[in-house]
């Protein structure tokens, strides 16, 4: 089945260090994102990229980065990780244009700050 | 802002009630409107979605949502609520103009169904 893949599932660290999660999908969809998991304020988008060379900052960019290495591959990075991004991370994915705005999402990365 | 308001943050019903879960919207010009469901442990999955046309809209698993341009509401509605359909229910709108694609996600409506 085509897929949105997110690695690794569960991460703990400690403050300062650098993380790297990394989204894949199989879908063939141009259109990528990041979104925050926390309990009680529903997902908030980090960034967003609607192809290889356009990334865009979302709701709450400070503190983190992306890369987009392909069509296929998203990944977003903590350079000094801190407790307070202790929250589930998402990945999705849509395709551009008319109906096709649904986005699908990956299985989430839950990560840990101590 | 533009934003996305869910009016309950929790609702406990048993088996067999019907469901009505509130959703707001704040921006006037069109929009595209979706309802996502997160079962426990589990990634947001699309439950239903309005782009045009009929405004009464209908998912999987029985859930249906009308949408009341006058009112900028999306509510969610299921006649008869299963213990399977514990989870947290997400409301997100896509405008159109500025950032096209992106959502803006209410936050999230628990349900929990007593059996």
């Known amino acids: 089945d085509a897929d949105v893949t997110q690695t690794p599932r569960n991460r703990i660290t400690k403050t300062g260090k650098r993380i790297m999660l990394e989204c894949s999908q199989t879908?063939?969809?141009?259109?990528m994102y990041w979104y925050r998991q926390d309990p009680g304020l529903g997902l908030r988008l980090i960034y967003y990229?609607?192809?290889?060379?356009?990334?865009n900052k979302g709701e709450i960019s400070d503190g983190y980065s992306v890369s987009r290495q392909a069509q296929a591959k998203f990944s977003l990075s903590l350079e000094s990780a801190i407790p307070n991004q202790t929250a589930l991370y998402f990945c999705?994915?849509?395709?551009?244009?008319?109906?096709?705005?649904?986005?699908?999402f990956g299985p989430g990365t839950r990560l840990t700050v101590l | 802002a533009q934003s996305v308001s869910q009016h309950n943050h929790h609702v406990i019903l048993s088996e067999a009630a019907s469901l009505e879960l509130g959703c707001n919207y704040s921006?006037?010009?069109?929009?595209?409107l979706f309802w996502y469901v997160q079962y426990p442990g589990q990634h947001l999955q699309l439950l239903l979605k309005?782009?045009?046309?009929?405004?009464l809209v209908k998912g999987i698993k029985g859930f249906e949502a009308e949408f009341i341009k006058s009112k900028f509401s999306f509510n969610l509605r299921k006649p008869s609520v299963q213990w399977s359909d514990t989870a947290e229910y997400f409301c997100?709108?896509?405008?159109?103009?500025?950032?096209?694609?992106?959502?803006?996600f209410g936050k999230g409506t628990k349900l929990s169904v007593k059996p």
């Open positions: 999705a994915t849509s395709r551009s244009g008319g109906d096709f705005n649904e986005q699908f």
């Open positions: 879908k063939g969809h141009d259109r």
């Open positions: 990229s609607f192809d290889v060379k356009d990334i």
């Open positions: 921006y006037g010009g069109t929009v595209n």
């Open positions: 309005y782009f045009s046309g009929d405004p």
């Open positions: 997100a709108v896509k405008r159109y103009g500025g950032s096209q694609g992106n959502l803006i």
